[in-house]
């Protein structure tokens, strides 16, 4: 699984993305503990919330994915804006790597920065977060289709795309920033296998 790629098409980025100049590296070998406890997200009206509980997956019986890739696209970002890092990763048990066990893979510390600088981006003051938050998925997609390129662009939340919110506070030439998530189908089931932002 490729927990997030950064590629860059020009070396004249003069853009100065606060969080999202992330630090996604795909991740390593590294072992942590999962479910430390993090401060609340603010909430549409600038105060801080409780994030909602989030529902335990039990290592070695993961299970997930959705039945269209849009599903898969909206569960994805709704976990991640809730910070169930954890939830979200044993759910992709099916698409993870094939030799390493998921509750492992799953605690990396690498893995929760790099969906930590997701939430960081998208988690705007002002901005009201899910369940109250409405995500929404617009993505075509072609019957015999088995991978899906979703743009930034075509997902928003509370109204807004993901793009206008990773880019609240950026300067400089913003153009060629894109953020889009990588989809694929197995067993007929639909996941979010992969990050990339190009810059």
């Not at 002002?126 to 075509?154: H, I, N, Q, S």
């Not at 400089?172 to 007929?188: I, N, Q, R, Y």
Request: one cysteine or more; hydrophobic letters at 35%; aromatic letters at 6%.
């Amino acid at each position: 699984m490729k927990i997030g790629s950064v590629r860059t098409s020009s070396r004249k980025w003069l853009v100065a993305l606060p969080v999202l100049a992330m630090s996604v590296a795909g991740c390593g070998s590294q072992s942590a503990t999962a479910g430390k406890d993090v401060a609340a997200p603010a909430s549409g009206d600038g105060t801080s919330r409780t994030a909602p509980p989030s529902k335990r997956t039990t290592p070695g019986k993961p299970t997930g994915g959705s039945a269209k890739p849009d599903e898969a696209v909206k569960d994805f970002v709704t976990q991640v804006l809730n910070e169930n890092y954890a939830e979200w990763c044993m759910g992709n048990a099916p698409v993870l790597p094939t030799d390493q066990d998921p509750a492992v893979f799953c605690a990396q510390p690498t893995m929760h920065r790099s969906l930590g600088s997701l939430h960081d981006a998208w988690a705007k003051p002002g901005v009201t977060l899910p369940p109250e938050g409405r995500v929404t998925v617009d993505v075509p997609v072609k019957k015999k289709a088995k991978e899906v390129e979703v743009p930034d662009t075509a997902i928003t939340l509370d109204g807004r795309s993901l793009r206008e919110l990773e880019l609240i506070g950026s300067s400089g030439d913003t153009s060629s920033f894109s953020l889009s998530l990588g989809v694929v189908k197995k067993d007929g089931r639909w996941y979010v296998e992969s990050w990339n932002i190009e810059v």
